[in-house]
């Protein structure tokens, strides 16, 4: 642990990581907890995953074509937000062909990435890269941009806190009341959307679906209201990423696996926790 001190006290990547992980979990923690209340964490999963055929086509436009001007960030919003609309647009028309859609954006998305970055000269070992990411070379101008995503995430939350609370645990009650829950249903999911975009290209598609799930699904075992569940999840989540970081500094591990294998470890403690917590409330209770 002092060496990863020293390290984050004396080495700017380090700081930069370290910040990435905070800021992340800002974002990731707000949304991650709509997500896990509302079971929609396969959703997430397809529109990260798609994101890859974005980056990989605006890549293989630049490289080849010399396309400028249009990099792979923009790639990644376009795919990202053309796989919320389709998948919000079935979701809300055609449910019982939601989990069809979702894995025929997920596979496509994936395939046609490999395929564009395996014709694209010099981008083919970058693959994983994309999938895991890699915390310790984050920029500064990375550090703003999530930043940014933390200051529109938290301020639409906010905004319209009230209506995601409704159509989250009441979806049927909000409707016949004359809530707009198809709107809020589609505004939640470009949010995940764009959560998921800014942050692929830093910490890796595996990394964003395990951060926006894993510390939202920890902190649901002991918070009992939506705002709580919110704030744990950012806790838990800036917990697990900087942990992550100080355990794979020593060994010279990779962070983000790391990161994504200190908060599945800490997801089973916290369950095995609440049933034993569990357990002895009933037994006190019968006795």
Do not use: K
């Not at 905070?22 to 949304?31: F, H, N, R, Y």
């Not at 083919?124 to 940014?148: C, H, K, P, Q």
């Amino acid at each position: 642990m002092s060496e990863f001190l020293t390290a984050v006290a004396t080495h700017a990547f380090m700081r930069n990581a370290v910040l990435t992980g905070i800021l992340a979990s800002v974002a990731c923690g707000i949304i991650g907890t709509h997500v896990v209340v509302r079971r929609i964490s396969y959703i997430a999963g397809g529109i990260a995953h798609s994101v890859l055929g974005g980056i990989g086509a605006a890549i293989y436009l630049q490289r080849v074509h010399g396309l400028t001007g249009f990099g792979p960030l923009h790639g990644a919003v376009l795919a990202a937000l053309l796989a919320a609309a389709i998948i919000g647009a079935v979701s809300m028309r055609a449910r019982e062909r939601v989990d069809t859609v979702i894995g025929a954006v997920w596979a496509v998305g994936m395939a046609a990435g490999i395929i564009f970055l395996s014709r694209t000269p010099g981008y083919g070992e970058d693959l994983m890269s994309y999938l895991f990411g890699n915390i310790l070379m984050v920029r500064t101008r990375d550090l703003w941009l999530i930043a940014g995503l933390d200051v529109i995430v938290v301020a639409t939350s906010l905004l319209f806190y009230d209506q995601f609370l409704a159509v989250a645990f009441d979806e049927e009650f909000s409707r016949v009341r004359g809530a707009r829950v198809e709107l809020y249903y589609m505004l939640l999911l470009l949010l995940t959307a764009l959560t998921i975009v800014l942050l692929v290209s830093v910490v890796g598609i595996v990394m964003v679906i395990a951060l926006l799930t894993i510390p939202a699904a920890i902190a649901g075992q002991f918070a009992g209201r939506l705002s709580l569940m919110m704030v744990l999840a950012v806790v838990v989540s800036i917990a697990l990423t900087t942990g992550g970081l100080a355990l794979s500094y020593g060994p010279s591990l990779p962070a983000g696996a790391t990161i994504i294998l200190l908060a599945g470890v800490a997801y089973l403690i916290a369950v095995g926790v609440t049933r034993l917590m569990r357990g002895r409330r009933a037994r006190s209770a019968a006795a």
